[in-house]
């Protein structure tokens, strides 16, 4: 897979996103693959109840935009969490 359906594929699901981190052009993809990780990561927090589903909705809002970034091929990091890097 090339970086831009490998930024692609990340965003999916967690499925998707251990098929880009194995699978795909890791290197190119490496923002997109971070981006989706973090996200993921974050979205679990959704499970609190009350203040979890507002930050669910705010957690998909950014993965929207994550999305939308890997489809345009820019490297967009989404509000807030962007920054958080854990994939070096």
């Known amino acids: 897979m ?10 999916l699901t967690w499925i998707g996103l251990l098929i880009a981190f194995l699978a795909g052009d890791k290197e190119g993809a490496k923002f997109h ?6 996200l993921l990561l974050f979205g679990l927090l959704g499970a609190i109840p009350f203040i979890g589903w507002i930050w669910d909705v705010f957690v998909f809002v950014c993965w929207i935009i ?6 345009q091929g820019q490297e967009k990091e989404v509000p807030l969490l962007g ?5 070096k």
């Open 66 to 71: 994550g999305f939308v970034g890997a489809l």
């Open 2 to 11: 090339d970086a831009k359906t490998t930024g692609i594929v990340a965003y």
């Open 83 to 87: 920054k958080i890097k854990i994939i």
């Open 33 to 38: 693959i971070n981006q989706a990780l973090v």
